[in-house]
């Protein structure tokens, strides 16, 4: 019950002397104050002392002592919350953690973390890591981390529960979409060192193969060396694998688009609200190789992946191949880091610890002037994929990733439900007959608070909005005879059992044939071919696009 207590003069004395202390704070920290307008100053010392005052009231009359540092960090982190997931306050810890990430090397479960739709969501697990071989997804929404819901978590808070020393271990609980329970893990966390680039010659076409897991500092360097080997060995054409790459260094990605585009041609603009955020950036050199190429992409590649497939895909000089239903991740902003002048915290020598802040100020644009943002890059060509497949892949892993002990992962039955879900982090109750309640069975008074499945999941018809593919390639049924097609509504009959046998990357199988193809018939990838006019959505694209 509230309360409205009456005010002594002391406390008035206490009140003014405690915002004339935080006026003094922030006006010498006056460089913002002297650089907005006018209108915004008077605006901008009310709310102050409207801060002022709740602070005030909070730190003398909250039931329990208050740590004065923790209540200015919580308005701080209240801040970028009214912005969008990628913008954040650091701490010491937070930016000295970025910057152990940007090394290359930490220790966790090897996984690519946003904030999306309010949820936290998976973009991709690191290839080779334990995540991606307990088989978790990019969209997987990680609804709690050791037993506590993850709704309204900051993104660093969510990495600093995720990563942690070699060898312990940390519970996560998933939702994903088509599953009616949550999926439980249990992971153990080892030292991930993500290498940017893997390549070699495929054993049996003359084609070269480059992953590449990240774009980093070397990237393209090592991606230039990677192609002259090609070259070296008589390589006909180049795959270049992206998926599950959830990013990294923009100017990486320029310069690795530049590797086959011409000098002087557009690789990405970005454009933001200050003019300095508005640029274009071109191949500053001439191409090193004319080889055909295909560029391999999924629902993980984001960020600068999107901008290396982007180009390629504008200027016709690769075909993007991808999955029926999906597109690229959408992950298209750029964020400016910018270490502050102030900090809160000291080191043991009484020095203050750097703080930072990061914050999207542009966004990116494809050579076509197509935003990124939201939207991701759609596959020149879409596959038909068997159902279970990319879940498959990951446990597998891509070409050239490390074997690593299945016993990384636990998996439970779920026993979650928003709608028996206690506000204290913990499941509450379950039905009579000992079963928890399936989240996805609301009744009709179900409110957004009751369920995840409004904001946290793509609708089907997501992807009908975008751009369409310009060939879709039905399931080869002479490889996966008897497999259900990924996507498409389960029958009720009962599945019938998979036949083992050697694993298959139907993807890169398909994009080495076609290549293949093109090298030795002069057949264009794009001309879908009589198996695929078979289908009626190849039908309708083939129409469309004599029109």
Known sequence: MSQKQPKKPYENRLFYFSAALIFSSLFLMGQFARTVKKADDDQFWEF?????????????????????????????????????????????????????????????????????????????????????KAGIM?????????????????????????????????????????????????????????????HEMLKDAPIGYVRLNKFSDNTSRDMRKAIEEFEEKNAKGIIVDLRDNTGGLLKEAVATSNLFLPRGKLVVSTKGRMANQNSELKGENDPVTDLPLAVLINRGSASASEIFAGAMKDHGRGVIIGIKGQRSFGKGSVQTIEELNHSFEKDENGNYRAAAIRLTT??????????????????????????????????????????????D????????????????????????????????????????????????????????????????????????????????KKQEEAKKKKKSG????????????LLVEQIDKGRDMLVPSATDLQSTESKALAKAAAK
């Not at 209240?78 to 290359?104: A, V």
């Not at 220790?107 to 999306?116: A, F």
């Open 502 to 513: 050697e694993f298959v990357d139907y993807q890169l199988t398909v994009a080495k044939n």
């Open 48 to 132: 102050t002392s409207m801060f002022a005052e709740i602070y005030k009231e909070v730190k003398d009359r909250y039931v329990e002592p208050v740590d004065s540092q923790k209540l200015f960090e919580g308005a701080l982190q209240g801040m970028f919350l009214t912005l969008d997931p990628h913008s954040q306050y650091m701490d010491p810890d937070s930016y000295n953690q970025l910057e152990k990430d940007t090394e290359g090397a930490f220790s966790g479960i090897g996984i690519h973390i946003t904030i999306r739709d309010g949820v936290l969501t998976v973009i991709a697990p690191i290839p080779g890591t334990p995540s991606a």
């Open 138 to 198: 990019p969209w997987d929404r990680i609804i709690e981390i050791n037993g506590k819901k993850t709704e309204g978590i900051a993104l660093i808070d969510a990495v600093k529960k995720l990563t942690g020393p070699e060898g312990t271990t940390v519970d996560i609980s998933v939702y994903r979409e088509g599953e009616s329970k949550l999926l439980h893990y249990t992971l153990s966390r080892k030292s991930v060192k993500v290498e940017s680039v893997y």
């Open 362 to 407: 542009a966004k990116y644009y494809t050579p076509s002037g197509i935003s990124i943002d939201k939207i991701g890059v759609t596959p020149d060509i879409a596959l038909e994929m068997p159902a279970g497949m990319e879940l498959d892949l990951r446990r597998h892993g891509l070409l050239g990733e490390p074997e690593m002990q299945q016993d």
């Open 409 to 488: 992962e636990t998996t439970t039955k779920p026993k979650f439900s928003w709608k028996t879900y206690g506000h204290n982090g913990e499941s509450t109750t379950t039905a009579e007959n000992g079963e928890t309640t399936d989240p996805l069975a609301m009744d009709a008074t179900a409110t957004d608070e009751d369920s995840i499945v409004g904001s946290a999941v793509k609708d089907d018809d997501d992807y009908s909005t975008g751009p369409r593919p310009k060939r879709i390639i039905p399931l080869d049924r002479k490889l996966f005879p008897d497999a259900e097609i990924e996507g498409a």
